[in-house]
């Protein structure tokens, strides 16, 4: 094993973007990055990808491959004073016909006033920036900025892609150097282990390597995997796009009508920290806009769940969460009571209004009588199976239906007896 004190990640990150692995459709013949790497490019370029993908690896190789200035800095250690003297110190190095390369990592902990001083050197091309963030640009850094680079996702890398790269590390004289082999299995399992990052696997890797050698095993087996790295890496972040991704995900599979997908989505959050009282509202919402009278008894189950998660709290309210939205997945759908209140509520936003009806005004109070108040109301009861033909909407609105029911579910029901009441109103004998 190479005798470095750096991390077996660090000793094996590539030295050429012909070694980045998974992101072949950024690295090619005349691609930006290319042509920064070869000193050609002067276009900004933001990398956005989550960890562990080659962000860093990629600002690495230009930094040893470019014949302009590189200039590395991080956001969540310089500030605005740094980032001022790195822009002075480029522009004289302009003067002097010499480009700059600035490298910012985490750009997106920079304040959008903090990005806003490098607008101008950006625009006129005093430095060329690389920025590296784990955030989606469009909501992370200044839209200026956004307009003036390059937007670079980077992919996660998959199982297969992340094996390969264990297996280089093993055998390669910066890694492992081939003291110890390992098995396929193990090979895979670190693989599925790091979720797409690459830095994780090989930490993951040096770990096992360490064990085995230390124990005297010329491989790394499952048993070594197991025993000493830990449960997978989750991405997920409770403000960015992994939050909002993945509850999309979640939501869409209950709206789609499959237990399976749901309640991956929903042990995705749960593992990696999500708020419960978030994903039981969520529920309750969802009980009601996708289901709602397709099967009425869903939304008691959904607010349930909730009042269970605050009651008992994790871990045992998982169950719940996890009976709520198989309740909502597996029930029939309908939207029919979203559609009625949205075109009810665009209707009053038009102006769709009008006067109370003087039938359906309050008449309890003394003097409502005098102002014919409820004059003329039927009162339903006092008619044949409690229904009887009067006007309810105000004259602006009369005749509009919102609540149209489907035919699925319990709302075939409701379809049906929605159409004999039309008809009995129409025809009481």
């Given at each position: 094993m190479a005798t470095s004190h750096q991390p077996l990640a660090a000793r094996m990150r590539p030295t050429s973007l012909e070694d980045v692995v998974g992101q072949d459709h950024l690295i090619f013949p005349g691609s930006p990055l290319n042509l920064l790497a070869s000193g050609k490019g002067t276009s900004s370029v933001l990398l956005y990808g989550p960890p562990g993908c080659g962000k860093t690896t990629i600002a690495s190789v230009i930094a040893t491959s470019t014949d302009q200035h590189f200039v590395e800095l991080s956001a969540t250690s310089a500030g605005v004073a740094d980032v001022r003297k790195t822009l002075?110190?480029?522009?004289?190095?302009?003067?002097?016909?010499?480009?700059?390369?600035?490298?910012?990592?985490?750009?997106?902990?920079?304040s959008k006033a903090q990005q806003d001083v490098l607008l101008p050197a950006v625009e006129a091309g005093t430095i060329t920036l690389i920025g590296a963030t784990t955030e989606n640009p469009s909501f992370s850094v200044n839209s200026a900025l956004v307009s003036r680079s390059i937007l670079m996702v980077l992919r996660p890398l998959g199982t297969p892609e992340i094996a390969q790269l264990i297996r280089r590390a093993v055998a390669d004289e910066r890694g492992l150097d081939d003291q110890l082999t390992i098995d396929e299995h193990a090979t895979e399992m670190i693989a599925q282990l790091a979720s797409g990052d690459t830095r994780q696997a090989l930490n993951r890797l040096e770990i096992c390597a360490e064990t085995g050698l230390a124990a005297g095993n010329a491989e790394i087996t499952p048993k070594i995997v197991a025993q000493v790295t830990g449960?997978?890496?989750?991405?997920?972040?409770?403000?960015?796009?992994?939050?909002?991704?993945?509850?999309?995900a979640?939501?869409?599979s209950m709206r789609g009508s499959d237990p399976q997908g749901t309640l991956h989505w929903l042990a995705r959050m749960l593992q990696a920290g999500e708020d419960p009282r978030y994903v039981a509202r969520r529920l309750v919402v969802h009980a009601s806009e996708d289901v709602?009278?397709?099967d009425p008894s869903v939304l008691s189950i959904a607010v349930a769940a909730a009042q269970a998660v605050q009651l008992i709290g994790m871990p045992e309210a998982r169950i719940n969460l996890a009976h709520a939205a198989v309740a909502i997945a597996t029930a029939p759908k309908s939207p029919?009571?979203?559609r009625g209140i949205d075109a009810a509520l665009e209707d009053v936003r038009r102006g769709r209004t009008g006067e109370v009806p003087k039938h359906l005004r309050d008449a309890h109070y003394p003097g409502a009588a005098a102002l014919g108040h409820g004059a003329g109301y039927l009162y339903p009861h006092d008619y044949p199976h409690g229904v009887?033909?009067?006007?309810?909407?105000?004259?602006?609105?009369?005749?509009?239906r919102y609540y149209e029911p489907t035919l699925n579910g319990f709302e075939q029901n409701i379809s049906a007896r929605l159409a004999a009441i039309r008809k009995f109103v129409r025809n009481p004998a």
């Amino acid at each position: 094993m190479a005798t470095s004190h750096q991390p077996l990640a660090a000793r094996m990150r590539p030295t050429s973007l012909e070694d980045v692995v998974g992101q072949d459709h950024l690295i090619f013949p005349g691609s930006p990055l290319n042509l920064l790497a070869s000193g050609k490019g002067t276009s900004s370029v933001l990398l956005y990808g989550p960890p562990g993908c080659g962000k860093t690896t990629i600002a690495s190789v230009i930094a040893t491959s470019t014949d302009q200035h590189f200039v590395e800095l991080s956001a969540t250690s310089a500030g605005v004073a740094d980032v001022r003297k790195t822009l002075a110190a480029a522009a004289k190095s302009r003067e002097a016909g010499e480009g700059t390369v600035v490298f910012l990592d985490e750009i997106h902990r920079f304040s959008k006033a903090q990005q806003d001083v490098l607008l101008p050197a950006v625009e006129a091309g005093t430095i060329t920036l690389i920025g590296a963030t784990t955030e989606n640009p469009s909501f992370s850094v200044n839209s200026a900025l956004v307009s003036r680079s390059i937007l670079m996702v980077l992919r996660p890398l998959g199982t297969p892609e992340i094996a390969q790269l264990i297996r280089r590390a093993v055998a390669d004289e910066r890694g492992l150097d081939d003291q110890l082999t390992i098995d396929e299995h193990a090979t895979e399992m670190i693989a599925q282990l790091a979720s797409g990052d690459t830095r994780q696997a090989l930490n993951r890797l040096e770990i096992c390597a360490e064990t085995g050698l230390a124990a005297g095993n010329a491989e790394i087996t499952p048993k070594i995997v197991a025993q000493v790295t830990g449960a997978a890496t989750q991405r997920f972040d409770r403000d960015g796009d992994q939050h909002y991704d993945i509850i999309s995900a979640f939501i869409k599979s209950m709206r789609g009508s499959d237990p399976q997908g749901t309640l991956h989505w929903l042990a995705r959050m749960l593992q990696a920290g999500e708020d419960p009282r978030y994903v039981a509202r969520r529920l309750v919402v969802h009980a009601s806009e996708d289901v709602g009278m397709a099967d009425p008894s869903v939304l008691s189950i959904a607010v349930a769940a909730a009042q269970a998660v605050q009651l008992i709290g994790m871990p045992e309210a998982r169950i719940n969460l996890a009976h709520a939205a198989v309740a909502i997945a597996t029930a029939p759908k309908s939207p029919a009571i979203c559609r009625g209140i949205d075109a009810a509520l665009e209707d009053v936003r038009r102006g769709r209004t009008g006067e109370v009806p003087k039938h359906l005004r309050d008449a309890h109070y003394p003097g409502a009588a005098a102002l014919g108040h409820g004059a003329g109301y039927l009162y339903p009861h006092d008619y044949p199976h409690g229904v009887v033909a009067q006007e309810y909407l105000p004259a602006a609105a009369a005749g509009t239906r919102y609540y149209e029911p489907t035919l699925n579910g319990f709302e075939q029901n409701i379809s049906a007896r929605l159409a004999a009441i039309r008809k009995f109103v129409r025809n009481p004998a």
